[in-house]
């Protein structure tokens, strides 16, 4: 059964805005994760946040947890038209054991 | 390129037919998985293999029969399949340690479809 609730289902912006999606879980976890997907295509992976970390960056994203309120989000800045792509995040259900379990994401549709 | 293939890449099958999906990975992981993502629905889980041994089976319908002949390639054998079983079928592998794993590193995927 689904573990991720990402919220917004969609979302649209102009280019160089930046994009703000939020993910929020239900059980305790070790480790949250979140990754982009194309159209049709394989996942990516685009960073692991650790449940004793509080917020991780890499290049132009920036990843917030919360687990007091069991939350995450994940922050595109000055978003680019190829940034256009589902977004999931993922969670262990506190599994150490490497099974994920993913949302239904965001549809992100940056427009040039 | 993840280091994750899969082929064929699309399959369309009769609900008679059997067929078979493949995943390589070129990444000298411990872990492969199988997942389903169909239309509008999360992307399940299907089946784990560590170190070439079966550890989840999120109830799969037998219809489904994974194999992981050794730690770098895992199949999905197809028999009697539904329409409703038409999806993109992804694979991942990663490397998990003991109390630990990290991310998943996944292929194209397969375009089933089912008539």
């Known amino acids: 059964s689904q573990q991720g609730e990402e919220d917004p289902q969609a979302l649209s912006i102009q280019e160089g805005e930046n994009a703000t999606m939020n993910c929020s879980y239900k059980?305790?976890?070790?480790?949250l994760q979140w990754y982009r997907q194309n159209s049709g295509r394989g996942l990516v992976h685009l960073i692991l946040?650790?449940?004793?970390?509080r917020e991780k960056h890499s290049g132009r994203l920036r990843v917030t947890l919360d687990t007091s309120k069991k939350s995450s989000s994940l922050l595109i800045t000055a978003s680019r038209a190829a940034d256009t792509a589902s977004y999931f995040c993922?969670?262990?259900?506190?599994?150490?054991?490497?099974?994920?379990?993913f949302g239904r994401g965001t549809q992100l549709t940056v427009w040039p | 390129e993840t280091g994750v293939t899969q082929t064929p890449r699309h399959l369309v099958m009769g609900m008679t037919n059997k067929k078979s999906l493949k995943c390589e990975q070129h990444?000298?992981?411990?872990?492969m998985y199988w997942y389903k993502q169909s239309a509008k629905k999360p992307l399940e889980l299907m089946f784990v293999?560590?170190?070439?041994?079966?550890?989840e089976n999120n109830s799969v319908p037998s219809r489904f029969s994974p194999e992981c002949p050794n730690s770098s390639h895992l199949f999905l054998h197809l028999h009697t399949l539904q329409p409703e079983d038409s999806a993109l079928y992804l694979c991942?592998?990663?490397?998990?340690?003991?109390?630990?794993?990290?991310?998943?590193?996944f292929g194209p995927g397969t375009r089933l479809t089912v008539t």
């Open positions: 991942a592998s990663s490397q998990n340690e003991v109390a630990d794993y990290y991310e998943q590193y």
């Open positions: 059980t305790s976890i070790n480790n």
């Open positions: 293999y560590s170190l070439e041994e079966r550890v």
């Open positions: 993922a969670t262990d259900r506190g599994s150490t054991l490497g099974r994920l379990y």
């Open positions: 990444l000298g992981h411990n872990a």
């Open positions: 946040i650790r449940s004793n970390e």
